[in-house]
């Protein structure tokens, strides 16, 4: 029997983007542990949520369960760089910048780090203008700097994972798209789209966009809004200005909310629009460029980072699977607990490692460290067994 034909595993993950790619990595560092990765397409595919050089870390969020979430996530990725030797997290510093007039509530991100210990420098426009002369400020914007943000490369993270996975013996399969999970009482089958089923006494599922394609075979639908969102690199006239060391990742807090990075990974700044997409089904998901959410962006840093506007390098789009109440999914399901999932509603990348951990947690030991930082990310949250919830998806 080949090996990937095997039908008894302890550990079957579906999907191998950020967090599965994560999940497969710490069950297979479990001693003894049988783990199968299972990928619908090719490895590092253009099609989800993580193929690009560049995400946000942050400790700087609106609540403390997210700040010592964070805390543990920094740990986690420290522990993948040490094994592999590869450089996945890069601090640049960060800056949340909250307009005149704004919807985002500064207290709630200067509390919550506040809360948790974390250090943090509250600025006015004209101080954040004179360390980074690249912005244009409204007089009375509020500015926090958290030394420890920066950049987590997914180019780098994910194949990290995987790799730490397969030195461990985890068998990792691409192009084998799941069709179905049934709970047999006590174990799972999972069937692949060539016929082959794989038994497993636990199923991590990270399948983001494509979460309610399986749970369509256990009965539970989940409502989700899958957004087509996209990010551009953009040659400005002078690159070096945004150097990493120069320069560090931003989120302008407002609705619409704002986001960039300095020049890593192309030769040129990154911005985007957060949510800034369109409700697409997965199905026909395509990578046109959205023309007008294009427009808002170059509209945004020509009036607040000028020198950041050039011809564009590339535009590249990607994928938000949202909770209506824009928060994770980190559980058990309800009726069938050897089933843990996780759903990073469009803002999950800097927490991929910590996230596939806990859910190893959960599915092995039946409890996790963190159990105090997900409270709030239950499956059966009253919100998640809405039929129609209504959605703000700001954090």
Known sequence: MRLDRQRDWD??????????????????????????GLEQFELDHANGSSRDHSRIIRLSYHRPDYVRLAKRAYACWAEVEAATGHRIVTRTGGLDIFPPGGVTDEAEYSGSLK????????????????????????????VLFQAESGIADPMRGNPAHRELAAANGATLLDRTPVTA??????????????GATYRAGRVVLAADAWTNHLLASLGTRLPLTITREQVT?????????????????????????????????????????????????IEHRTFDVDVEAHARVVAFLERHLPGAVGPDI??????????????????????????????????????????????????????????????AFRVDRPILLEEHPAASFRI
């Open 314 to 375: 590339v535009t590249k789009t990607c994928i938000y699977t949202l909770t209506p109440d824009r928060d994770f999914i980190v559980d058990r399901l309800t009726d069938h607990p050897g089933v843990v999932l996780a759903v990073g509603a469009g803002h999950g990348y800097k927490f991929a490692s910590v996230l596939g951990r806990i859910l190893v947690e959960l599915a092995i030991d039946g409890e996790t460290a963190s159990s105090g930082e997900i409270e």
């Open 181 to 194: 999970i049934r709970d047999t009482g006590g174990e799972y089958e999972v069937t692949a789209a060539d």
């Open 115 to 142: 809360a948790e210990g974390v250090p943090f420098e509250r600025l006015d426009a004209a101080e954040t203008m004179r360390r980074w002369p690249q912005w244009r400020l409204p007089d009375d914007s509020a």
């Open 233 to 281: 690199y953009f040659a400005c006239p002078d690159p070096a200005a945004f150097a990493p060391e120069r320069f560090p990742i931003w989120i302008w807090m407002d609705e619409p909310a704002y986001y960039g990075f300095p020049t890593y990974g192309e030769a040129g700044p990154k911005a985007a629009q957060d949510v800034g997409g369109k409700a697409i089904d």
């Open 11 to 36: 550990v079957v993950v579906v999907g191998l983007g950020a967090i599965g790619s994560a999940a497969a990595h710490w069950a297979a560092a479990r001693p003894g542990k049988r783990v199968l």
